[in-house]
């Protein structure tokens, strides 16, 4: 049995949720680690969750089972959250944690794990292409750039030539043959590097299925339409990538003007939205020992305007 536990936790509980709140939102709920945390350290409040997943929300919602009507689960892409505004919901507090779930490495089945093997999907809902479908289709160049672009992955013009000629004699269905694959393209003095060398090719083509960078501006404006003044939005990312994105988009929205210098008056008519909380967040010493996934983890804190 799998034991997943949510990162910077405590983090979320001390400045992201405030004893006050009545309604927080968590928008990527998993297996409902930090929403379990929330409803048990705050009595008073009631949580709404959301999961592009129909099957981890189902495990979320047999975990908040004690909680019984303090807790309500959508199957919703967290870019979809403002349609919450049709349920009059309104939220006092928000988390997006960018994460993938322990579940879907080892109990999904859907071959997000280059150790185990399983058919080659990645998906996070049915929609759209699988990674199947990527590594058999898409051409040569195509596949070298989604390994560039979403995993910054420097062997990406061998790993895509080795991908090619390896289909043309048989199909890439499974998520241990494209491990094998992926490591026999890279040079045997890197393969010894603590990280499996299929780790970006993984990660890129995952990301690449999912539209997961596609996401995360719409859904932080979606979110924080949900929010009220005053309340806090947390995000927390597990790369680069994704943390540049929340950190451009916060200083945008943090700013009053966006005027260039040289204009002595504002025309640009820009509405400041928010309010940045402090410097972003890592784990600390004792969670990067309990946790180590934390390790990647980075926390962001917004409050609306």
Do not use: W
């Not at 019984?68 to 944690?97: C, P, T, V, Y």
């Not at 491990?179 to 026999?184: F, G, K, L, Q, R």
């Amino acid at each position: 049995m799998y034991v997943h536990t949510p990162v910077m936790l405590k983090y979320v509980l001390d400045n992201v949720v405030s004893n006050t709140d009545k309604m927080f939102l968590d928008c990527t709920l998993g297996e409902g680690g930090h929403t379990e945390a929330v409803l048990r350290t705050y009595p008073e409040i009631r949580v709404c969750g959301l999961d592009r997943d129909a099957e981890i929300l189902e495990v979320a919602r047999n975990r908040m089972r004690p909680f019984a009507d303090r807790f309500i689960g959508f199957q919703m892409n967290f870019a979809e959250a403002d349609s919450l505004k049709e349920k009059s919901l309104l939220f006092d507090s928000a988390l997006i944690d960018l994460g993938i779930s322990v579940f879907h490495y080892k109990i999904s089945g859907r071959g997000f794990s280059f150790s185990r093997e399983e058919p080659l999907d990645m998906r996070l809902d049915s929609d759209g292409e699988s990674v199947a479908d990527l590594v058999n289709n898409l051409p040569e160049n195509e596949l070298r750039n989604v390994l560039y672009k979403y995993a910054e992955e420097r062997f990406a013009p061998m790993i895509a030539k080795k991908i090619a000629d390896y289909r043309k004699k048989q199909s890439i269905t499974l998520s241990t043959q494209l491990a094998e694959i992926v490591t026999s393209a890279i040079p045997a003095k890197f393969r010894g590097a603590k990280i499996h060398p299929a780790t970006k090719t993984f990660q890129a083509l995952r990301i690449a299925v999912n539209h997961e960078l596609d996401y995360i501006e719409p859904g932080i404006r979606a979110v924080l339409s949900l929010l009220k003044k005053g309340g806090r939005l947390g995000v927390i990312t597990f790369h680069s990538l994704e943390d540049k994105i929340v950190k451009n988009l916060f200083k945008y929205m943090s700013l009053e003007c966006v005027c260039p210098p040289k204009i002595p008056k504002c025309v640009c008519t820009k509405v400041k939205e928010v309010e940045i909380i402090g410097k972003s967040l890592t784990a600390d010493d004792d969670e990067l020992r309990d946790n180590p996934p934390s390790r990647s983890a980075r926390l962001r804190i917004v409050e609306k305007v």
